[in-house]
């Protein structure tokens, strides 16, 4: 499957934004499916998972509460809402999907659990 992600872009501390991941094909509702980003220095960060459903969510500690991941299966596009953004959440946001199932949440929190990675989108918050 291949990823785009989008969405990104300058913001205020405070304010808002939705990133957008656009994937091929009709195969969308069996990955799982998760954002990451990283900041500059910084290895990449679990931000979100959604499972194919979209019925079971993990947050990061540092986006718990702000931000909401969910998933349009008939239009094949994940979406990370995000709200009260702080200038520490500047970083390229990444989306990316796993064709696996595993029982361990933790799991679903490495990079490494990912088959398929979208080229990142850039999130700047200004204070």
């Known amino acids: 499957v291949q990823l785009q992600a989008s969405g990104g872009g300058l913001v205020q501390a405070g304010g808002s934004l939705r990133l957008s991941c656009a994937t091929s094909?009709?195969?969308?509702?069996?990955?799982?499916m998760a954002w990451f980003r990283q900041a500059p220095g910084k290895e990449r960060e679990f931000v979100a998972f959604?499972?194919?459903?979209?019925?079971?969510?993990y947050y990061g500690e540092a986006v718990k509460g702000r931000f909401t991941i969910s998933r349009d299966n008939a239009k094949s596009t994940l979406y990370l809402h995000m709200n009260t953004l702080k200038p520490e959440d500047t970083a390229v946001y990444y989306c990316a999907a796993d064709r696996t199932y595993n029982d361990d949440s933790a799991y679903y929190t490495a990079v490494s659990a990912y088959d398929f990675w979208g080229q990142g989108t850039l999130v700047t918050v200004s204070s």
């Open positions: 094909g009709r195969a969308f509702r069996i990955y799982q």
């Open positions: 959604i499972n194919r459903s979209g019925g079971v969510t």
